[in-house]
């Protein structure tokens, strides 16, 4: 009996242990790069503001997860807007062509605007629910402070994969 209640218990622990962990709707997160020690970051605290690489303690890299993370789909909402600006969401909207950086707009019910966290509370892909040929992840172009942070065709590459840290 103690060996079967054992198996349990460790069954029971692997499964837990790979489940992602998921985020309460409503958390200030911020988003790490996993290749660097750079956060996903807005220009400014205004609308088409682009989305770029910044230091961690820079006041624009502080959003809330509307959803959180345990459903189909989350906005991403800047923490922090400049006054007299309506709550600003991550979209890709105006990104589907490349080479474009996701932007701020402002929080609508829109498809480019929602995100699945792949890895939950854990490190992998943010991936966009609007219907598209194929899956889109937010993308680092590069890995300096500065570079966009672009809508590209997920490939698992380390500049798709980002660490979602609860505040």
């Known amino acids: 009996m103690n060996q079967l209640f054992s198996a349990?218990?460790?069954?029971?622990?692997?499964?837990?242990?790979?489940?992602?962990?998921?985020?309460?709707?409503?958390?200030?997160?911020?988003?790490?790069?996993?290749?660097?020690?750079?956060?996903l970051g807005a220009v400014a605290g205004t609308q088409q503001s682009e989305i770029l690489l910044e230091p961690c303690s820079s006041d624009l890299t502080t959003f809330i997860l509307t959803a959180g993370t345990s459903t189909a789909a989350t906005q991403i909402e800047l923490v922090g807007n400049a006054t007299g600006q309506p709550a600003l969401c991550i979209t890709a909207a105006q990104?589907?062509?490349?080479?474009?950086?996701?932007?701020?707009?402002?929080?609508?019910?829109?498809?480019?605007?929602?995100?699945?966290?792949?890895?939950?509370?854990?490190?992998?892909?943010?991936?966009?629910?609007?219907?598209?040929?194929?899956?889109?992840c937010l993308t680092a172009v590069g890995s300096n402070q500065g570079d966009p942070v672009e809508f590209r065709s997920c490939t698992g590459a380390a500049n798709q994969e980002w660490t979602t840290v609860v505040q």
């Open 95 to 136: 990104s589907q062509a490349g080479n474009t950086p996701v932007i701020l707009q402002a929080c609508q019910d829109d498809p480019f605007s929602r995100w699945r966290f792949e890895a939950g509370k854990g490190t992998g892909e943010i991936v966009s629910t609007a219907s598209t040929n194929g899956q889109f």
């Open 8 to 39: 349990i218990v460790y069954a029971a622990i692997l499964v837990t242990s790979t489940v992602a962990q998921s985020v309460p709707a409503g958390s200030i997160v911020q988003i790490h790069s996993a290749q660097n020690n750079l956060c």
